[in-house]
């Protein structure tokens, strides 16, 4: 099995390709796709990239969306751009998180695409020398919230928006380098009391335990408070900014570098399995009922 996961990541690592930034102006993300899953605006003034989720409904995370996002940090890494706010098209959604339908009745080969080009994109955002901010300006359950964990500073929109990480309220399980990000950002108590319970905090809830920095009524406030955070680093070196990042980032960055296999093979085991499956399926069931 190992082999065939091997194989995947060494297609997925070389799936990336590469284009050069004209300068500091608009750009679209990959594929000359007409309608972009990200969207990337860079300010000529400041040299900070806004990146805008835009997959409608929901900004789920699957493979095609991580891949475009994959590309797009390597892009900005290239160009030397200043900073990266994270923030979605949408009014009412941040992402809803990982794709359910990317795990669901998937085989397992498709499956550990779909993983391994996630555990590859969260690596590139959460250690990327570039200063992160999530602008919050929706819901962000689950890998919407392991989103706007990977960034440095999170502003969100409140007070009627919802973040967490609710896996368990789905029958399935949070990997161990979500919760090592929610621990960073809140502590091992509140982590083990919201994880457990699969908890969606309230924009305020949210910034009375430390899981956001800042709480701001519409998404334009949120994103004049993500490019004053930017702005903080204006003065300090780059090389000694970034290598103090990857060292306050350790755990998760040498977690996904050493587990990188195990964590895919317990992934595919435990998502297949039928009762991950089951769960899966109320859940999905669940959210149709509500649309409808
Ligand atoms: C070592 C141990 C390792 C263990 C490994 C175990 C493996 C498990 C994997 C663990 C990780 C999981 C992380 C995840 O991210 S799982 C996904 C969790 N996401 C959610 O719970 C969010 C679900 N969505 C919502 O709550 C709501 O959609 C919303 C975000 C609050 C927005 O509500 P709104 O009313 O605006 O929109 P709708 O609900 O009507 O949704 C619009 C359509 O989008 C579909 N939808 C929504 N979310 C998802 C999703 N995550 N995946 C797929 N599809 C989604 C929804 O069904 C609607 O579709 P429709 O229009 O066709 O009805």
Redesign the pocket.
């Known amino acids: 099995m190992a082999g065939i996961y091997r194989s995947t990541r060494y297609v997925l690592q070389n799936a990336f390709g590469s284009r050069s930034l004209p300068g500091a102006v608009r750009f679209y993300s990959q594929k000359p796709d007409p309608a972009p899953l990200i969207n990337v605006d860079v300010d000529s003034k400041t040299g900070v990239a806004t990146v805008t989720m835009n997959s409608p409904?929901?900004n789920?995370?699957n493979t095609p969306f991580l891949n475009e996002m994959g590309g797009v940090i390597k892009e900005l890494e290239k160009n030397k751009t200043r900073g990266l706010i994270l923030t979605s098209s949408s009014n009412?959604?941040f992402s809803?998180?990982?794709?359910?339908?990317e795990?669901y009745k998937a085989p397992r080969d498709q499956m550990a695409v779909f993983w391994t080009t996630l555990q590859n994109t969260w690596l590139s955002l959460y250690r990327t020398g570039i200063p992160t901010v999530a602008a919050i300006n929706g819901?962000a359950?689950?890998?919407g919230c392991l989103l706007a964990l990977s960034c440095e500073y999170r502003v969100m929109v409140g007070p009627k928006f919802t973040i967490g990480l609710?896996?368990t309220q789905?029958g399935?399980?949070?990997?161990?380098w979500?919760l090592i990000c929610m621990r960073e950002a809140v502590g091992p108590r509140q982590t083990e009391l919201a994880l457990t319970s699969g908890k969606m905090f309230t924009a305020t809830e949210a910034l009375n335990i430390g899981l956001v920095d800042q709480l701001v009524s519409n998404k334009e406030e949120a994103l004049a408070e993500a490019h004053k955070f930017i702005a903080r680093f204006a003065k300090i070196p780059p090389l000694a900014r970034k290598l103090t990042k990857e060292f306050t980032r350790q755990e998760g960055i040498k977690y996904m570098e050493e587990k990188m296999l195990d964590?895919l093979e317990?992934?595919v085991d435990?998502?297949s399995s039928p009762s991950?499956q089951k769960g899966m399926e109320m859940?999905?069931e669940a959210?149709?009922k509500?649309?409808?």
Do not use: Q, R, W
């Open positions: 409904p929901v789920t995370l009412s959604v809803a998180g990982l794709d359910i339908m795990m819901h359950p689950a890998g609710n896996e789905l399935i399980v949070a990997p161990p979500f964590d317990t992934f435990v998502a991950a859940y999905l959210l149709k509500k649309s409808t």
